[in-house]
């Protein structure tokens, strides 16, 4: 039987963002607490926190690389020379 080579360039799935709850979120990062985190998703329409959350049924879950990725955003709101 002739062997084929495959000239096919195996494919790598992109990781899988970490979403995590609100207790688990604060637990693992000591600012913001789970109450100023509260606070943010009441607020997410508002704020923009909408872009980090995930709502699954009841369950609020936030994305750690867009909490990250908001908070940089929020650090140039207002500065003039940004």
Known sequence: MPET?????P???PA??????VAQFAERH???TQRALRHLIFHSHQ???DAVIRRCG??????????????????HVGNVNA
Do not use: H, M, Y
């Open 5 to 9: 080579s495959c000239k096919c360039k």
């Open 11 to 13: 494919t790598t799935t």
């Open 16 to 21: 899988a963002p970490v979403v995590l709850t």
């Open 30 to 32: 000591p600012w913001p």
């Open 47 to 49: 704020n923009g926190f």
């Open 58 to 75: 009841s369950r609020v879950l936030i994305r750690e690389d867009a909490f990250f990725a908001w908070l940089e955003r929020q650090s």
